[in-house]
């Protein structure tokens, strides 16, 4: 009898939400694949690693993660949990260890969102506040989701979950892709990362690439059975 496919873990990124995937989910589920879609927490590098490394190592059998943006950081470290078998990268951040979010997209031109980011602030839980981060409404359909109808621009802009500001900062305490194969897309037309940050870190991480000319931040809603595709190629691979 074949042996079961790998578990799909999806973790998405700032400013979205587990909603962000369902069309992949779709797509990976009508090939029979077991999938998950993670609620990131948003509060920091190393406590969202954490915790997406504690939902894969519960999980019986192997897992294949896949991270999109912010995403993207957090497997690179959670992806060392000993079932991780594979890692997928999708518009994402993919870090080097000791190397935070900030000093990587400092190698390259800022993108959009950099001129687009509203500030709030948050109570912590122990009397201290702290800085949070979302994308202005009014651009977030440039900057985030330029190739989905303007509607589901203005729900995705409804609907965002803001990060934590001193994510930018942190600094990845692991860098699973040296020891487990890894895929990276690379969204053509992100205004959100620019793409030569994604290019770079998936090239340093030997990746195997696809690149989407056209494409959003907000590629796995816009694209989803490309984004599917990739995934299913590192399920196999890795199965």
């Not at 709030?120 to 506040?129: A, I, K, S, V």
């Not at 979950?161 to 692991?174: H, M, V």
């Amino acid at each position: 009898m074949p042996a079961s496919p790998p578990t799909v873990v999806l973790v998405h990124g700032a400013f979205t939400d587990t909603a962000g995937w369902l069309g992949v989910i779709d797509e990976l589920q009508r090939d029979g694949i077991p999938v998950l879609a993670v609620a990131n927490p948003l509060r920091g590098l190393a406590s969202d690693a954490a915790y997406i490394a504690s939902v894969a190592a519960q999980i019986d059998g192997p897992v294949v993660l896949v991270g999109h943006s912010y995403g993207g950081a957090l497997i690179t470290v959670a992806g060392t949990a000993h079932n991780v078998v594979g890692l997928v990268y999708v518009a994402a951040y993919v870090l080097e260890e000791g190397e935070s979010l900030g000093e990587l997209q400092g190698r390259f031109p800022s993108a959009a969102l950099a001129d687009h980011l509203m500030r709030w602030t948050c109570p912590d839980g122990e009397g201290e506040r702290i800085t949070e981060v979302s994308i202005d409404p009014a651009a977030f359909p440039l900057v985030f989701a330029a190739d989905v109808s303007a509607s589901v621009a203005r729900v995705l802009a409804a609907a965002q979950r803001p990060l934590a500001a001193a994510a930018f900062e942190e600094r990845a305490s692991a860098a699973a892709w040296k020891t487990k194969p890894s895929w990276a897309l690379i969204a053509g037309a992100d205004q959100a990362i620019n793409p030569d940050v994604e290019r770079f870190g998936a090239e340093r991480a030997a990746a195997t690439i696809v690149e989407l000319d056209g494409a959003s931040h907000a590629v796995a809603v816009s694209r989803p059975k490309d984004v599917a595709d990739l995934i299913l190629t590192a399920v196999h691979a890795t199965s």
